[in-house]
């Protein structure tokens, strides 16, 4: 069984920064992209970031120059680092990591980011 333990989410002053890591367990196969979304109390989930097999990244408008995201192939590990937190950042943040042999992605449980202004 897969999963996807998610941790480094928290409370943060505007202007602080965050480390977040989705480490992947279990039978999951060959791993293609992984990324990160975002969902804010009535808003709609919003991608955040996304790294390729090959290392193609790819950020939202709203967060780019301020987070990177990176990979760790042989610890199945994606990691996002997020600078210069703004109040608009607040929001549950969730992994996932799509395969090649299967059609949806994996996903993680989630993690809290709540920046205080």
């Known amino acids: 069984q897969v999963q996807l333990v998610e941790s480094g989410g928290g409370l943060v002053q505007a202007g602080g920064s965050l480390r977040l890591s989705c480490a992947a367990s279990?039978?999951?196969?060959?791993?293609?992209?992984m990324g990160w979304y975002r969902q804010a109390p009535g808003k709609q989930r919003e991608l955040v970031a996304t790294i390729t097999n090959g290392g193609s990244t790819n950020y939202a408008d709203s967060v780019k120059g301020r987070f990177t995201i990176s990979r760790d192939n042989a610890k199945h590990t994606v990691y996002l680092q997020m600078n210069s937190l703004k109040p608009e950042d607040t929001a549950v943040y969730s992994c996932y990591v799509a395969t090649l042999s299967l059609p949806s992605p994996y996903w993680g449980q989630g993690t809290q980011v709540t920046v205080s202004s």
């Open positions: 279990g039978s999951i196969g060959s791993i293609n992209a």
